[in-house]
């Protein structure tokens, strides 16, 4: 059984900086499309970034791009996000969540297993 454990959020002020991890356990997760999705409260849940198994590359949602930064310590099957320049508009709870295989998948149904989220508050 795959287990995800994500750690690392917290309360910061607006224009500060956080890192979380997501540890796997259960499984090997070097060759599996790794991503970050989060939830408002009220909101559907939805995609921040991925980061693909073999050749690592990632992609990010628009409004994350060049603030944060997804990626992963295959040895340690262990994945981050790096968070930048935080906004008010970041806060929500962090999922992280594994799929099997590769693919360009961006939506919660694409993929098998997830974590049961950390919360993310970013004060004005």
């Known amino acids: 059984q795959v287990q995800l454990v994500e750690s690392g959020g917290g309360l910061v002020q607006a224009g500060g900086s956080l890192r979380l991890s997501c540890a796997a356990s259960?499984?090997?997760?070097?060759?599996?499309?790794m991503a970050w999705f989060r939830q408002a409260p009220g909101k559907e849940r939805e995609f921040v970034a991925y980061i693909r198994g073999s050749a690592g590359s990632t992609y990010y949602k628009d409004s994350v791009k060049g603030r944060f930064t997804i990626s992963r310590d295959n040895a340690k099957n262990t994945m981050y996000l790096q968070m930048n320049s935080l906004k008010p508009e970041d806060t929500a709870v962090y999922y992280c969540?594994?799929?099997?295989?590769?693919?360009?998948?961006?939506?919660?149904?694409?993929?098998?297993?997830w974590g049961q989220g950390t919360q993310v508050t970013v004060s004005s």
């Open positions: 259960g499984r090997t997760f070097s060759t599996d499309t």
């Open positions: 969540a594994g799929r099997l295989g590769t693919g360009w998948p961006t939506r919660t149904y694409e993929y098998n297993y």
